[in-house]
């Protein structure tokens, strides 16, 4: 028996609740996993899964077991991508989930710019705003403004990501623009519908703070449908800055409301625990921070207006 191969695959199977998925992962057959976890419960002589026709899930042994057989795996591949790094760069497939908003008009630019950095890795990128566990759905790493839903999970925070009221100047010379938060319930509003909170609403001036219903009369997934919309002078939407700063910069839309704040939200990189110093995941994130610094290159001239904080 190959110890260390058993007890990989016995991770990956404790990860992923799934015989199929760990195999498909590892890149072996199904019967391989299998034949590894029963030799590894012959040397512990003891079971290590509860198994059924529908499910597969860690006996009370094997929660203990994994929790040191999970650092064990990070430790060994935390030391051997520090010896590939002293002697190579790294090269192979990367599979991403990117948030659209990150995704459309600005991931192109740095995946362009990490390619050049490093070409031997190559990114295989699914834009979407689901919220996924990497490690079931097979993703190396997912890049979204939602916290880990599992405690196997890292999180690395990125930067911030802003939001504002806009409207078109059009709409605005039409209809006046809100005051206060709740005069927003008399305009027509188009609201992003994947937000923590969803239709709850918190905004803060100083010690004001306000909370309230905000349904909107249309809600989207697509940050830039809203923002599309919203230029044509329709209604007020609430965006990202990482999508409206130019069209605000532009004065095709104006902030609205900016003496009231809407919570931030954290942009980062979340990827399996037996990943985090996994040298292509690595290369990728320190790549980004490094590219975004403290203050996103979007949100600068925004808070030199004085329009986000």
Not at 7 to 22: G, K, L, P
Not at 66 to 76: H, I, L, N, S
Not at 267 to 293: I, N, S
Request: net charge neutral; hydrophobic share 45%.
């Amino acid at each position: 028996m190959d110890r260390f191969l058993s007890i990989e695959a016995f991770v990956r199977v404790a990860e992923t609740s799934s015989f199929a998925e760990a195999a498909r992962q590892l890149g072996v057959t199904s019967s391989v996993v299998t034949n590894r976890i029963q030799q590894l419960e012959k040397f512990v002589n003891a079971p290590l899964f509860h198994r059924s026709t529908r499910h597969v899930r860690l006996s009370e042994v094997g929660e203990t077991f994994y929790r040191e057989c999970a650092e064990v795996v990070g430790r060994v591949n935390e030391l051997t991508d520090q010896m590939r790094e002293l002697r190579a760069t790294p090269t192979g497939r990367l599979r991403i989930q990117m948030l659209p908003g990150f995704a459309l008009g600005h991931f192109g630019a740095a995946m362009a710019a990490f390619n050049r950095q490093y070409p031997g890795i190559q990114l295989d990128v699914i834009v979407n705003d689901r919220v996924v566990d990497p490690i079931e759905e097979g993703f190396d790493v997912a890049f979204q403004i939602f916290p880990p839903i599992s405690e196997s999970l890292i999180e690395r925070r990125l930067f911030t990501v802003r939001r504002l009221f806009c409207a078109a100047p059009s709409y605005v010379h039409a209809h006046g623009a809100p005051q206060h938060p709740r005069e927003l319930l008399q305009h027509t509003t188009a609201l992003y519908s994947g937000y923590p909170s969803r239709n709850r609403w918190t905004m803060t001036r100083s010690d004001e703070v306000v909370e309230m219903e905000l349904p909107g009369m249309i809600r989207s997934n697509s940050v830039h449908l809203l923002r599309d919309y919203a230029l044509t002078g329709a209604g007020i939407v609430c965006l990202p800055t990482l999508v409206a700063s130019d069209a605000l910069l532009a004065g095709s839309l104006l902030p609205i409301l900016t003496d009231y704040a809407l919570a931030a939200l954290n942009f980062a990189a979340v990827y399996p625990a037996t990943q985090r110093q996994a040298l292509k995941v690595k290369a990728l994130v320190e790549f980004l921070a490094d590219r975004l610094g403290p203050e996103p290159a979007w949100d600068v001239p925004l808070i030199e207006r004085g329009w986000i904080a």
